[in-house]
């Protein structure tokens, strides 16, 4: 499990690291409304081919309280994504990427203490530092 949690996690840096950096030069290149045009176009077209798919499979929408919850999440998600593009328009992406990467953070401690997962003490110093880092970014 190790290797292969690894090496998802190492795909998904690379991933967001290149999103990170194309948004930035997006941002940049085109300025904040037309970056945010076209994002959510391809969002929207996107999405369109995962109801598809999620269709063709017979998943239907479920009338549960995790639902809701999952919409909520989702328009948080999108009032973040929107910050995040202001930001770029302001600061460097060498800063703004790195400080808004530390989310993880306030999402384990929001697991940790509201659906009771675990944290070990060497998590809990890998966190540690992230903040420190982030503290360390805005100086």
């Known amino acids: ?7 998802l996690g190492l795909l ?38 995962i109801l598809l798919y999620l269709y063709r499979r017979g998943v239907s929408i479920p009338s549960v309280t ?3 919850l999952v919409s909520v999440g989702t328009i948080l998600g999108v009032m973040a994504s929107i910050l995040f593009l202001v930001a770029l328009e302001k600061y460097p992406g060498s ?14 401690l929001l697991a ?9 003490t060497v998590n809990a110093l890998g966190i540690a530092l992230a903040i420190l880092a982030g503290y360390l970014l805005t100086r």
């Not at 499990?1 to 090496?7: D, G, N, R, T």
């Not at 967001?16 to 045009?37: A, D, E, N």
């Not at 800063?95 to 384990?108: E, M, Q, S």
């Open 1 to 7: 499990m190790k290797l292969e949690i690894s090496v």
């Open 12 to 49: 998904i840096i690379l991933l967001w690291g290149f999103w990170g950096f194309l948004y930035k030069y997006g941002v940049m290149k085109l300025g904040l409304l037309p970056t945010l045009l076209v994002t959510n176009l391809v969002y929207m077209l996107s999405n369109l081919v």
């Open 66 to 68: 995790p639902a809701l």
């Open 95 to 108: 800063i703004v990427v790195p400080l808004t990467a530390l989310y993880p953070a306030v999402t384990t």
């Open 112 to 120: 940790v203490m509201l659906i009771g997962e675990r944290l070990s």
